[in-house]
Protein backbone atom coordinates (compact mmCIF):
# COMPACT_ATOMS: atom_id res chain seq x y z
CA UNK A 1 0.00 0.00 0.00
CA UNK A 2 1.37 3.22 -1.24
CA UNK A 3 1.65 6.38 0.64
CA UNK A 4 -0.91 9.14 -0.98
CA UNK A 5 0.77 12.55 -1.33
CA UNK A 6 0.08 14.77 1.09
CA UNK A 7 -2.84 17.64 0.11
CA UNK A 8 -1.83 21.05 -0.02
CA UNK A 9 -3.02 24.23 -1.72
CA UNK A 10 -6.50 25.16 -2.68
CA UNK A 11 -9.34 23.18 -2.49
CA UNK A 12 -13.16 23.92 -3.25
CA UNK A 13 -16.25 22.58 -0.86
CA UNK A 14 -17.83 22.04 -4.11
CA UNK A 15 -21.34 22.90 -4.74
CA UNK A 16 -23.50 20.12 -5.61
CA UNK A 17 -25.87 20.23 -8.29
CA UNK A 18 -29.54 19.13 -7.72
CA UNK A 19 -31.96 18.12 -10.43
CA UNK A 20 -35.65 19.54 -10.50
CA UNK A 21 -36.57 16.69 -7.78
CA UNK A 22 -33.73 17.91 -5.53
CA UNK A 23 -31.77 14.53 -6.32
CA UNK A 24 -28.21 14.98 -6.69
CA UNK A 25 -27.21 15.27 -10.25
CA UNK A 26 -24.24 13.29 -10.24
CA UNK A 27 -23.21 14.25 -13.73
CA UNK A 28 -22.94 17.92 -13.54
CA UNK A 29 -20.82 17.20 -10.58
CA UNK A 30 -18.50 15.22 -12.16
CA UNK A 31 -18.07 17.82 -14.71
CA UNK A 32 -17.79 20.54 -12.34
CA UNK A 33 -14.95 18.57 -10.04
CA UNK A 34 -12.83 18.25 -13.19
CA UNK A 35 -13.22 21.83 -14.13
CA UNK A 36 -12.30 22.52 -11.14
CA UNK A 37 -9.08 19.99 -11.30
CA UNK A 38 -8.12 22.15 -14.48
CA UNK A 39 -8.00 25.48 -12.17
CA UNK A 40 -5.54 23.70 -9.81
CA UNK A 41 -8.14 23.28 -7.06
CA UNK A 42 -8.44 20.47 -5.10
CA UNK A 43 -11.78 18.33 -4.31
CA UNK A 44 -12.87 19.72 -0.90
CA UNK A 45 -16.47 17.87 -1.59
CA UNK A 46 -19.19 17.66 1.05
CA UNK A 47 -18.25 20.94 2.76
CA UNK A 48 -20.46 23.73 4.41
CA UNK A 49 -20.82 24.92 0.86
CA UNK A 50 -21.42 21.86 -0.81
CA UNK A 51 -24.64 21.44 1.31
CA UNK A 52 -23.22 18.45 2.81
CA UNK A 53 -25.37 17.85 5.70
CA UNK A 54 -28.38 17.77 3.66
CA UNK A 55 -27.04 14.53 1.81
CA UNK A 56 -27.73 11.14 3.70
CA UNK A 57 -24.86 9.08 3.60
CA UNK A 58 -25.54 7.00 0.36
CA UNK A 59 -25.74 9.79 -1.62
CA UNK A 60 -22.39 11.29 -0.82
CA UNK A 61 -20.49 7.71 -1.11
CA UNK A 62 -22.95 7.33 -4.49
CA UNK A 63 -21.44 10.94 -5.10
CA UNK A 64 -17.45 9.84 -4.66
CA UNK A 65 -17.97 7.27 -6.59
CA UNK A 66 -19.37 8.71 -9.39
CA UNK A 67 -16.42 11.08 -8.74
CA UNK A 68 -13.60 7.80 -8.97
CA UNK A 69 -15.50 6.16 -11.62
CA UNK A 70 -14.73 9.01 -13.61
CA UNK A 71 -11.18 9.19 -13.42
CA UNK A 72 -10.81 11.75 -11.23
CA UNK A 73 -7.55 11.93 -9.09
CA UNK A 74 -8.55 10.38 -5.67
CA UNK A 75 -5.74 12.21 -4.31
CA UNK A 76 -6.71 15.44 -4.50
CA UNK A 77 -10.07 15.13 -2.71
CA UNK A 78 -10.87 15.60 0.67
CA UNK A 79 -14.22 14.54 1.34
CA UNK A 80 -16.13 16.20 4.77
CA UNK A 81 -17.02 12.66 6.78
CA UNK A 82 -17.81 13.96 9.91
CA UNK A 83 -21.24 13.37 10.82
CA UNK A 84 -23.42 13.62 14.20
CA UNK A 85 -23.66 9.81 14.20
CA UNK A 86 -20.11 7.79 14.43
CA UNK A 87 -21.48 4.86 12.42
CA UNK A 88 -22.15 7.36 9.68
CA UNK A 89 -18.77 9.24 10.03
CA UNK A 90 -16.63 5.72 10.06
CA UNK A 91 -18.36 4.79 7.03
CA UNK A 92 -17.76 7.62 4.90
CA UNK A 93 -14.69 7.59 6.36
CA UNK A 94 -13.75 4.39 5.58
CA UNK A 95 -15.07 4.80 2.11
CA UNK A 96 -12.80 7.46 1.14
CA UNK A 97 -9.88 5.42 2.15
CA UNK A 98 -11.18 2.79 0.10
CA UNK A 99 -10.95 4.99 -2.72
CA UNK A 100 -7.52 6.56 -1.90
CA UNK A 101 -8.86 9.73 -1.13
CA UNK A 102 -6.16 12.26 0.33
CA UNK A 103 -7.88 13.02 2.94
CA UNK A 104 -10.73 13.77 4.98
CA UNK A 105 -12.73 16.85 6.52
CA UNK A 106 -13.95 15.95 9.65
CA UNK A 107 -17.00 17.86 11.03
CA UNK A 108 -17.20 17.28 15.05
CA UNK A 109 -20.54 16.01 15.72
CA UNK A 110 -22.69 18.67 15.52
CA UNK A 111 -26.28 18.52 17.15
CA UNK A 112 -24.93 18.35 21.14
CA UNK A 113 -23.65 21.99 22.43
CA UNK A 114 -21.23 22.36 25.33
CA UNK A 115 -19.40 18.82 24.53
CA UNK A 116 -16.45 18.75 26.84
CA UNK A 117 -12.31 17.68 24.81
CA UNK A 118 -13.16 14.52 26.61
CA UNK A 119 -15.64 13.36 24.17
CA UNK A 120 -15.00 15.22 21.51
CA UNK A 121 -11.60 13.61 21.55
CA UNK A 122 -13.08 10.10 21.71
CA UNK A 123 -15.61 11.00 18.57
CA UNK A 124 -12.27 11.86 16.75
CA UNK A 125 -10.10 8.50 18.02
CA UNK A 126 -13.34 6.46 17.79
CA UNK A 127 -13.31 6.98 13.98
CA UNK A 128 -10.16 6.32 13.26
CA UNK A 129 -9.70 3.15 15.38
CA UNK A 130 -12.45 1.78 13.65
CA UNK A 131 -11.52 3.03 10.47
CA UNK A 132 -8.23 1.41 11.07
CA UNK A 133 -6.18 2.80 8.01
CA UNK A 134 -2.80 4.15 8.09
CA UNK A 135 -3.27 6.23 5.07
CA UNK A 136 -5.60 7.95 6.36
CA UNK A 137 -5.08 11.75 6.97
CA UNK A 138 -7.86 13.68 8.92
CA UNK A 139 -8.07 17.48 8.84
CA UNK A 140 -10.06 19.09 11.37
CA UNK A 141 -12.79 21.06 10.86
CA UNK A 142 -13.16 24.02 13.23
CA UNK A 143 -16.57 26.40 11.81
CA UNK A 144 -17.89 27.87 14.89
CA UNK A 145 -20.23 29.66 13.83
CA UNK A 146 -22.27 26.74 11.95
CA UNK A 147 -21.50 24.22 14.15
CA UNK A 148 -21.26 25.47 17.04
CA UNK A 149 -18.51 22.99 18.24
CA UNK A 150 -15.52 24.63 18.07
CA UNK A 151 -11.85 22.68 17.60
CA UNK A 152 -9.71 23.75 20.47
CA UNK A 153 -5.80 24.44 20.77
CA UNK A 154 -5.99 21.76 23.88
CA UNK A 155 -8.02 19.29 21.80
CA UNK A 156 -5.55 19.25 19.14
CA UNK A 157 -2.70 18.67 21.48
CA UNK A 158 -4.65 15.54 22.12
CA UNK A 159 -5.07 14.38 18.90
CA UNK A 160 -1.84 14.60 17.89
CA UNK A 161 -0.25 13.03 20.37
CA UNK A 162 -2.37 9.77 20.09
CA UNK A 163 -2.16 9.65 16.70
CA UNK A 164 0.40 11.61 15.08
CA UNK A 165 0.41 10.12 11.72
CA UNK A 166 -3.92 10.23 11.08
CA UNK A 167 -4.36 14.47 12.29
CA UNK A 168 -2.87 15.92 9.34
CA UNK A 169 -4.37 18.98 9.75
CA UNK A 170 -7.13 21.70 10.22
CA UNK A 171 -9.63 23.93 8.40
CA UNK A 172 -10.07 26.91 10.09
CA UNK A 173 -13.37 28.04 8.72
CA UNK A 174 -13.84 30.49 12.19
CA UNK A 175 -13.14 33.54 10.81
CA UNK A 176 -10.80 34.73 13.45
CA UNK A 177 -7.16 35.07 12.18
CA UNK A 178 -5.93 35.36 15.69
CA UNK A 179 -6.71 31.93 16.02
CA UNK A 180 -5.45 30.35 12.79
CA UNK A 181 -2.36 31.80 14.13
CA UNK A 182 -2.18 30.51 17.25
CA UNK A 183 -2.88 26.96 15.24
CA UNK A 184 0.05 27.42 13.27
CA UNK A 185 2.24 28.81 16.31
CA UNK A 186 1.24 26.14 18.03
CA UNK A 187 1.73 23.01 15.62
CA UNK A 188 2.98 24.17 11.91
CA UNK A 189 6.47 23.52 12.85
CA UNK A 190 5.49 19.68 13.43
CA UNK A 191 3.51 18.85 10.24
CA UNK A 192 0.33 19.60 10.93
CA UNK A 193 -1.41 21.57 7.44
CA UNK A 194 -3.42 24.36 8.44
CA UNK A 195 -5.78 25.57 5.85
CA UNK A 196 -7.17 29.01 6.21
CA UNK A 197 -11.17 28.69 5.58
CA UNK A 198 -11.43 31.39 2.89
CA UNK A 199 -8.96 32.68 0.59
CA UNK A 200 -9.10 36.62 2.59
CA UNK A 201 -6.65 34.71 4.62
CA UNK A 202 -4.63 32.55 1.92
CA UNK A 203 -1.38 35.44 1.74
CA UNK A 204 -1.09 35.67 5.74
CA UNK A 205 -1.68 32.03 6.05
CA UNK A 206 1.27 30.82 3.78
CA UNK A 207 3.33 33.97 5.33
CA UNK A 208 2.94 32.00 8.63
CA UNK A 209 3.59 28.24 7.27
CA UNK A 210 0.04 27.33 6.04
CA UNK A 211 -0.61 25.26 3.87
CA UNK A 212 -3.41 26.56 1.74
CA UNK A 213 -7.00 27.18 2.30
CA UNK A 214 -10.43 26.18 1.61
CA UNK A 215 -13.39 28.33 0.50
CA UNK A 216 -16.49 28.16 -0.61
CA UNK A 217 -15.29 31.18 -3.69
CA UNK A 218 -12.88 28.61 -4.64
CA UNK A 219 -15.96 27.46 -6.36
CA UNK A 220 -16.18 30.21 -8.80
CA UNK A 221 -13.05 32.84 -8.57
CA UNK A 222 -10.99 29.22 -8.56
CA UNK A 223 -7.34 29.97 -11.26
CA UNK A 224 -6.74 33.22 -9.34
CA UNK A 225 -7.14 31.59 -5.84
CA UNK A 226 -4.71 28.90 -7.33
CA UNK A 227 -2.89 31.37 -8.48
CA UNK A 228 -1.96 33.59 -5.24
CA UNK A 229 -1.21 30.17 -3.71
CA UNK A 230 1.48 29.43 -6.61
CA UNK A 231 3.11 32.72 -6.53
CA UNK A 232 2.35 34.20 -2.96
CA UNK A 233 6.12 34.89 -2.97
CA UNK A 234 5.90 37.13 -5.65
CA UNK A 235 6.44 40.95 -5.88
CA UNK A 236 2.21 40.93 -6.86
CA UNK A 237 1.13 38.78 -4.21
CA UNK A 238 -0.36 41.41 -2.25
CA UNK A 239 -2.13 43.16 -5.43
CA UNK A 240 -3.43 39.88 -5.97
CA UNK A 241 -4.55 39.10 -2.37
CA UNK A 242 -6.62 42.73 -3.01
CA UNK A 243 -8.41 41.37 -6.44
CA UNK A 244 -9.30 37.97 -4.55
CA UNK A 245 -10.70 40.26 -1.73
CA UNK A 246 -12.69 42.24 -3.88
CA UNK A 247 -14.25 39.63 -5.86
CA UNK A 248 -14.98 37.41 -1.95
CA UNK A 249 -16.42 40.63 -1.04
CA UNK A 250 -19.07 40.50 -4.15
CA UNK A 251 -20.46 37.13 -3.26
CA UNK A 252 -20.63 37.69 0.29
CA UNK A 253 -23.20 40.25 -0.24
CA UNK A 254 -25.40 37.54 -0.78
CA UNK A 255 -26.25 34.31 0.98
CA UNK A 256 -23.28 32.52 -0.04
CA UNK A 257 -24.54 28.93 -1.16
CA UNK A 258 -27.37 30.24 -3.68
CA UNK A 259 -25.08 32.81 -5.05
CA UNK A 260 -21.80 30.43 -5.78
CA UNK A 261 -24.70 28.55 -7.89
CA UNK A 262 -26.16 31.09 -9.56
CA UNK A 263 -22.94 32.45 -10.78
CA UNK A 264 -21.76 28.48 -12.21
CA UNK A 265 -25.60 28.73 -13.93
CA UNK A 266 -24.45 31.92 -15.49
CA UNK A 267 -21.57 31.69 -16.76
CA UNK A 268 -21.59 28.59 -17.49
CA UNK A 269 -24.49 28.92 -19.47
CA UNK A 270 -26.55 25.78 -17.22
CA UNK A 271 -29.45 27.31 -15.42
CA UNK A 272 -30.22 23.93 -14.07
CA UNK A 273 -27.39 24.48 -11.22
CA UNK A 274 -29.33 27.08 -9.56
CA UNK A 275 -31.08 24.63 -7.51
CA UNK A 276 -30.66 24.31 -3.58
CA UNK A 277 -32.27 21.55 -1.08
CA UNK A 278 -34.53 22.61 1.44
CA UNK A 279 -33.66 24.37 4.41
CA UNK A 280 -32.00 26.68 2.11
CA UNK A 281 -34.12 29.23 -0.97
CA UNK A 282 -32.78 29.69 -4.29
CA UNK A 283 -32.81 33.30 -5.63
CA UNK A 284 -35.35 34.97 -6.93
CA UNK A 285 -34.48 36.53 -10.84
CA UNK A 286 -33.66 39.74 -9.22
CA UNK A 287 -31.50 38.81 -6.55
CA UNK A 288 -29.57 36.24 -9.69
CA UNK A 289 -29.53 39.84 -11.89
CA UNK A 290 -28.10 41.70 -8.76
CA UNK A 291 -24.96 39.37 -8.43
CA UNK A 292 -24.22 39.08 -11.76
CA UNK A 293 -24.59 42.36 -12.60
CA UNK A 294 -21.97 43.19 -9.57
CA UNK A 295 -19.52 41.07 -10.84
CA UNK A 296 -19.97 41.73 -14.05
CA UNK A 297 -18.99 45.29 -13.34
CA UNK A 298 -15.67 43.60 -11.72
CA UNK A 299 -14.42 41.46 -14.60
CA UNK A 300 -15.60 38.50 -13.49
CA UNK A 301 -14.79 35.25 -15.34
CA UNK A 302 -14.85 31.84 -14.84
CA UNK A 303 -12.37 30.43 -17.81
CA UNK A 304 -13.18 27.33 -19.94
CA UNK A 305 -16.66 26.91 -17.44
CA UNK A 306 -19.18 26.99 -20.44
CA UNK A 307 -16.67 24.85 -22.78
CA UNK A 308 -16.91 22.26 -20.30
CA UNK B 1 -56.54 2.24 6.68
CA UNK B 2 -58.49 3.33 10.12
CA UNK B 3 -57.04 6.19 12.30
CA UNK B 4 -54.44 6.28 14.71
CA UNK B 5 -55.92 7.65 18.30
CA UNK B 6 -54.55 11.01 18.88
CA UNK B 7 -51.26 10.90 21.28
CA UNK B 8 -51.84 13.11 24.47
CA UNK B 9 -50.05 12.85 28.05
CA UNK B 10 -46.77 12.48 28.99
CA UNK B 11 -43.94 11.16 26.87
CA UNK B 12 -40.46 9.94 27.50
CA UNK B 13 -37.61 11.07 24.71
CA UNK B 14 -36.71 7.34 25.56
CA UNK B 15 -32.99 7.07 26.73
CA UNK B 16 -30.57 4.92 24.01
CA UNK B 17 -28.84 1.71 26.02
CA UNK B 18 -25.66 0.75 23.98
CA UNK B 19 -23.49 -2.05 24.61
CA UNK B 20 -19.92 -1.76 25.73
CA UNK B 21 -18.90 -1.42 21.60
CA UNK B 22 -20.99 1.44 21.59
CA UNK B 23 -23.91 -0.51 19.61
CA UNK B 24 -27.49 0.25 20.76
CA UNK B 25 -28.79 -2.31 23.09
CA UNK B 26 -32.41 -3.47 21.43
CA UNK B 27 -33.18 -5.58 24.50
CA UNK B 28 -32.77 -3.50 26.93
CA UNK B 29 -33.89 -0.68 24.67
CA UNK B 30 -37.22 -2.97 24.30
CA UNK B 31 -37.49 -4.03 28.05
CA UNK B 32 -37.11 0.06 28.99
CA UNK B 33 -39.85 0.97 26.50
CA UNK B 34 -41.83 -1.55 27.99
CA UNK B 35 -41.63 0.00 31.55
CA UNK B 36 -42.49 3.11 30.57
CA UNK B 37 -45.83 2.28 28.98
CA UNK B 38 -46.44 0.03 32.51
CA UNK B 39 -45.89 3.74 33.84
CA UNK B 40 -48.54 5.20 31.36
CA UNK B 41 -45.94 7.42 29.03
CA UNK B 42 -45.70 7.10 25.66
CA UNK B 43 -42.85 6.50 23.90
CA UNK B 44 -41.19 9.72 22.11
CA UNK B 45 -37.69 7.64 21.24
CA UNK B 46 -35.17 9.27 19.80
CA UNK B 47 -35.18 12.76 20.84
CA UNK B 48 -32.73 14.67 22.16
CA UNK B 49 -32.36 12.49 25.47
CA UNK B 50 -32.07 10.03 23.29
CA UNK B 51 -28.63 10.99 21.80
CA UNK B 52 -30.75 10.69 18.39
CA UNK B 53 -28.57 12.57 16.87
CA UNK B 54 -25.82 10.14 17.44
CA UNK B 55 -27.84 7.18 15.59
CA UNK B 56 -27.63 5.85 12.44
CA UNK B 57 -30.78 6.12 9.93
CA UNK B 58 -30.51 2.07 10.13
CA UNK B 59 -29.76 2.15 13.89
CA UNK B 60 -32.93 4.24 14.47
CA UNK B 61 -34.81 1.90 11.89
CA UNK B 62 -33.72 -1.06 13.46
CA UNK B 63 -34.72 -0.15 17.31
CA UNK B 64 -37.93 0.91 16.11
CA UNK B 65 -38.52 -2.43 14.38
CA UNK B 66 -37.71 -4.32 17.69
CA UNK B 67 -40.10 -2.41 19.81
CA UNK B 68 -42.97 -3.00 16.75
CA UNK B 69 -41.72 -6.52 16.98
CA UNK B 70 -41.82 -6.75 20.54
CA UNK B 71 -45.78 -6.05 20.36
CA UNK B 72 -45.17 -2.69 21.75
CA UNK B 73 -48.12 -0.15 20.67
CA UNK B 74 -47.07 1.82 18.14
CA UNK B 75 -49.72 3.99 18.62
CA UNK B 76 -48.00 5.13 21.35
CA UNK B 77 -44.80 5.90 19.75
CA UNK B 78 -43.98 9.50 18.30
CA UNK B 79 -40.74 8.64 17.52
CA UNK B 80 -38.19 11.83 16.56
CA UNK B 81 -37.73 11.61 12.31
CA UNK B 82 -36.55 15.29 11.87
CA UNK B 83 -32.53 14.95 9.97
CA UNK B 84 -30.37 17.05 8.63
CA UNK B 85 -30.63 15.40 5.07
CA UNK B 86 -34.12 15.63 3.57
CA UNK B 87 -34.50 11.89 2.14
CA UNK B 88 -33.05 11.25 5.89
CA UNK B 89 -36.14 12.18 7.32
CA UNK B 90 -38.04 11.02 4.56
CA UNK B 91 -37.08 7.51 5.11
CA UNK B 92 -37.11 7.66 8.94
CA UNK B 93 -41.49 9.30 8.39
CA UNK B 94 -42.31 6.69 6.18
CA UNK B 95 -40.97 3.94 8.40
CA UNK B 96 -42.65 5.29 11.17
CA UNK B 97 -45.98 5.08 9.23
CA UNK B 98 -45.56 1.87 7.85
CA UNK B 99 -45.35 0.12 11.52
CA UNK B 100 -48.46 3.15 12.57
CA UNK B 101 -46.83 5.18 14.80
CA UNK B 102 -49.28 7.89 16.38
CA UNK B 103 -46.90 10.66 15.45
CA UNK B 104 -43.73 11.65 14.43
CA UNK B 105 -41.38 14.57 16.49
CA UNK B 106 -39.33 16.68 13.56
CA UNK B 107 -36.73 18.69 14.19
CA UNK B 108 -35.99 21.72 11.61
CA UNK B 109 -32.88 20.42 9.76
CA UNK B 110 -30.27 21.86 12.56
CA UNK B 111 -26.62 22.31 10.48
CA UNK B 112 -27.37 25.16 8.62
CA UNK B 113 -27.82 28.49 11.00
CA UNK B 114 -30.09 31.50 10.21
CA UNK B 115 -32.41 30.01 7.68
CA UNK B 116 -35.48 31.93 6.91
CA UNK B 117 -38.93 30.62 7.31
CA UNK B 118 -39.32 29.98 3.54
CA UNK B 119 -36.78 27.10 3.59
CA UNK B 120 -38.04 25.98 6.87
CA UNK B 121 -41.44 25.45 5.23
CA UNK B 122 -40.46 24.23 2.40
CA UNK B 123 -38.18 21.37 4.46
CA UNK B 124 -41.37 20.13 6.39
CA UNK B 125 -43.74 20.60 2.95
CA UNK B 126 -40.92 18.06 1.22
CA UNK B 127 -41.12 15.86 4.08
CA UNK B 128 -44.70 15.55 4.13
CA UNK B 129 -45.57 15.69 0.73
CA UNK B 130 -43.16 12.58 -0.54
CA UNK B 131 -44.09 10.38 2.59
CA UNK B 132 -47.92 10.82 1.20
CA UNK B 133 -49.88 9.29 4.21
CA UNK B 134 -53.16 10.68 5.58
CA UNK B 135 -52.58 9.64 8.61
CA UNK B 136 -49.30 11.38 9.28
CA UNK B 137 -49.00 13.17 12.98
CA UNK B 138 -46.70 15.74 12.57
CA UNK B 139 -45.31 16.89 15.77
CA UNK B 140 -42.76 20.45 15.21
CA UNK B 141 -40.06 19.82 17.67
CA UNK B 142 -38.98 23.49 19.28
CA UNK B 143 -35.56 23.06 20.67
CA UNK B 144 -33.41 26.35 20.06
CA UNK B 145 -30.80 25.70 22.78
CA UNK B 146 -29.61 22.87 21.28
CA UNK B 147 -31.09 22.62 17.10
CA UNK B 148 -30.24 26.76 17.09
CA UNK B 149 -33.11 26.53 14.32
CA UNK B 150 -36.43 27.55 16.02
CA UNK B 151 -40.09 27.28 14.76
CA UNK B 152 -41.84 30.13 15.18
CA UNK B 153 -45.59 31.31 15.33
CA UNK B 154 -45.32 32.19 11.23
CA UNK B 155 -44.06 29.20 10.26
CA UNK B 156 -46.84 27.07 12.01
CA UNK B 157 -49.44 29.30 10.54
CA UNK B 158 -48.51 28.24 7.14
CA UNK B 159 -47.90 24.79 7.41
CA UNK B 160 -51.59 24.58 9.56
CA UNK B 161 -52.66 26.49 6.38
CA UNK B 162 -51.30 23.96 4.10
CA UNK B 163 -51.69 21.00 6.21
CA UNK B 164 -54.10 21.13 8.42
CA UNK B 165 -54.33 17.40 9.25
CA UNK B 166 -50.62 16.87 9.19
CA UNK B 167 -49.73 19.76 11.43
CA UNK B 168 -50.92 17.96 14.41
CA UNK B 169 -48.74 20.01 17.03
CA UNK B 170 -45.27 20.60 19.00
CA UNK B 171 -43.34 19.88 21.49
CA UNK B 172 -41.69 23.26 22.95
CA UNK B 173 -38.18 22.99 24.78
CA UNK B 174 -37.38 26.13 24.61
CA UNK B 175 -37.78 26.38 29.05
CA UNK B 176 -39.95 29.86 28.15
CA UNK B 177 -43.40 29.44 29.08
CA UNK B 178 -44.53 32.67 27.44
CA UNK B 179 -43.20 31.54 24.21
CA UNK B 180 -45.29 27.90 25.23
CA UNK B 181 -47.90 29.96 26.09
CA UNK B 182 -47.75 32.02 22.53
CA UNK B 183 -48.15 28.87 20.75
CA UNK B 184 -51.30 27.46 23.20
CA UNK B 185 -53.03 31.21 22.65
CA UNK B 186 -52.61 30.52 19.26
CA UNK B 187 -53.73 27.39 17.63
CA UNK B 188 -54.65 25.30 20.86
CA UNK B 189 -58.29 25.90 19.81
CA UNK B 190 -57.39 25.00 16.38
CA UNK B 191 -56.50 21.55 17.57
CA UNK B 192 -52.87 22.05 17.37
CA UNK B 193 -51.29 20.24 20.58
CA UNK B 194 -48.87 22.03 22.03
CA UNK B 195 -46.61 19.46 24.48
CA UNK B 196 -44.39 21.50 27.18
CA UNK B 197 -40.76 20.22 27.35
CA UNK B 198 -40.49 19.24 30.18
CA UNK B 199 -42.35 18.60 33.51
CA UNK B 200 -42.00 22.26 35.18
CA UNK B 201 -44.21 23.37 32.71
CA UNK B 202 -46.89 20.26 32.75
CA UNK B 203 -49.48 22.08 35.03
CA UNK B 204 -49.63 25.25 33.28
CA UNK B 205 -50.01 23.88 29.98
CA UNK B 206 -52.73 21.87 31.18
CA UNK B 207 -54.32 24.95 32.54
CA UNK B 208 -54.01 26.66 28.88
CA UNK B 209 -54.92 24.24 26.75
CA UNK B 210 -52.10 21.79 26.60
CA UNK B 211 -51.70 18.11 25.83
CA UNK B 212 -48.92 17.17 27.97
CA UNK B 213 -45.03 17.17 28.49
CA UNK B 214 -42.26 15.20 26.37
CA UNK B 215 -39.51 15.39 29.29
CA UNK B 216 -36.44 14.12 29.90
CA UNK B 217 -37.47 13.29 33.18
CA UNK B 218 -39.71 10.86 32.37
CA UNK B 219 -37.17 8.33 31.65
CA UNK B 220 -37.01 7.84 35.53
CA UNK B 221 -40.24 9.68 37.64
CA UNK B 222 -42.05 8.41 35.08
CA UNK B 223 -45.13 7.41 37.25
CA UNK B 224 -45.62 10.77 39.14
CA UNK B 225 -45.56 12.73 36.20
CA UNK B 226 -48.06 10.59 34.28
CA UNK B 227 -50.16 10.67 37.64
CA UNK B 228 -50.17 14.58 37.72
CA UNK B 229 -51.30 14.41 34.22
CA UNK B 230 -54.14 12.21 34.94
CA UNK B 231 -55.50 14.61 38.19
CA UNK B 232 -54.14 17.92 36.96
CA UNK B 233 -57.26 19.32 38.08
CA UNK B 234 -57.48 17.76 41.15
CA UNK B 235 -56.46 19.57 44.31
CA UNK B 236 -53.52 18.66 44.64
CA UNK B 237 -52.22 19.14 41.47
CA UNK B 238 -49.63 21.83 42.83
CA UNK B 239 -48.08 20.02 45.62
CA UNK B 240 -47.77 17.48 42.84
CA UNK B 241 -46.04 19.67 41.02
CA UNK B 242 -43.47 21.04 43.14
CA UNK B 243 -42.84 17.35 43.98
CA UNK B 244 -41.83 16.93 40.61
CA UNK B 245 -40.14 19.96 40.44
CA UNK B 246 -37.64 18.88 43.33
CA UNK B 247 -36.79 15.76 41.48
CA UNK B 248 -36.37 17.26 37.69
CA UNK B 249 -33.85 19.85 39.83
CA UNK B 250 -31.66 16.78 41.24
CA UNK B 251 -31.40 16.02 37.83
CA UNK B 252 -30.61 19.11 36.54
CA UNK B 253 -27.79 19.68 38.75
CA UNK B 254 -25.96 17.26 36.50
CA UNK B 255 -25.44 16.51 32.99
CA UNK B 256 -28.77 15.29 31.84
CA UNK B 257 -28.41 12.44 29.53
CA UNK B 258 -25.75 10.06 31.62
CA UNK B 259 -27.63 11.00 34.50
CA UNK B 260 -30.35 9.39 33.53
CA UNK B 261 -28.77 6.87 32.47
CA UNK B 262 -27.19 6.51 35.89
CA UNK B 263 -30.49 6.44 37.69
CA UNK B 264 -31.50 3.36 35.27
CA UNK B 265 -28.80 1.41 35.97
CA UNK B 266 -28.75 2.35 40.09
CA UNK B 267 -32.49 1.65 40.39
CA UNK B 268 -32.79 -0.69 37.60
CA UNK B 269 -30.26 -3.06 39.17
CA UNK B 270 -28.01 -3.22 35.67
CA UNK B 271 -24.80 -1.24 35.15
CA UNK B 272 -24.78 -1.66 31.52
CA UNK B 273 -27.03 1.33 30.95
CA UNK B 274 -24.52 3.70 32.09
CA UNK B 275 -22.67 4.01 28.15
CA UNK B 276 -22.95 6.93 25.84
CA UNK B 277 -21.79 7.64 22.96
CA UNK B 278 -19.12 9.99 22.31
CA UNK B 279 -19.39 13.62 21.76
CA UNK B 280 -20.85 12.67 25.39
CA UNK B 281 -19.19 11.15 28.45
CA UNK B 282 -19.89 8.67 31.06
CA UNK B 283 -20.03 10.01 34.65
CA UNK B 284 -17.61 9.10 37.08
CA UNK B 285 -18.07 6.70 39.68
CA UNK B 286 -17.97 10.13 41.94
CA UNK B 287 -20.64 11.52 40.11
CA UNK B 288 -22.83 8.45 39.88
CA UNK B 289 -22.62 8.46 43.94
CA UNK B 290 -23.45 12.17 43.88
CA UNK B 291 -26.24 11.84 41.61
CA UNK B 292 -28.00 8.60 43.76
CA UNK B 293 -26.94 10.16 47.26
CA UNK B 294 -28.95 13.52 46.03
CA UNK B 295 -31.93 11.19 44.56
CA UNK B 296 -31.86 8.53 47.61
CA UNK B 297 -32.09 11.88 49.92
CA UNK B 298 -35.55 12.78 48.08
CA UNK B 299 -36.76 9.12 48.63
CA UNK B 300 -36.60 8.60 44.85
CA UNK B 301 -38.26 5.32 43.04
CA UNK B 302 -38.59 3.98 40.30
CA UNK B 303 -41.29 0.99 40.85
CA UNK B 304 -40.95 -1.68 39.20
CA UNK B 305 -37.72 -1.03 37.29
CA UNK B 306 -35.69 -3.70 38.91
CA UNK B 307 -38.09 -6.36 38.05
CA UNK B 308 -38.36 -5.81 34.45
Chains 1, 2 share one sequence.
Not at 5 to 11: E, Q, W
Request: hydrophobic share 45%.
Amino acid sequence: MTDIPRIKGVLSPVVTPFKADLAPDPERFVRQCRWLLSQNVGLAVFGTNSEANSLSVEEKIDLLDRLAGAGLDSARMMPGTGCCALPDSVRLTAHAMKLGCGGVLMLPPFYYKGVSDDGLFRSFAEVIERVGDTRLRVYLYHIPPVAQVPITLGLVERLLAAYPAQIAGMKDSGGDWSNTKSFLDAFAKAGFDVFAGSESFLLQNMRHGGAGCISATANVHSGPIAHLYDTWRAADADAQQARLDVIRGVFQKFPMIPALKVAIAHYGADPGWTTVRPPLVAFTPGQAHALVAELDQQRFAMPGLAAR
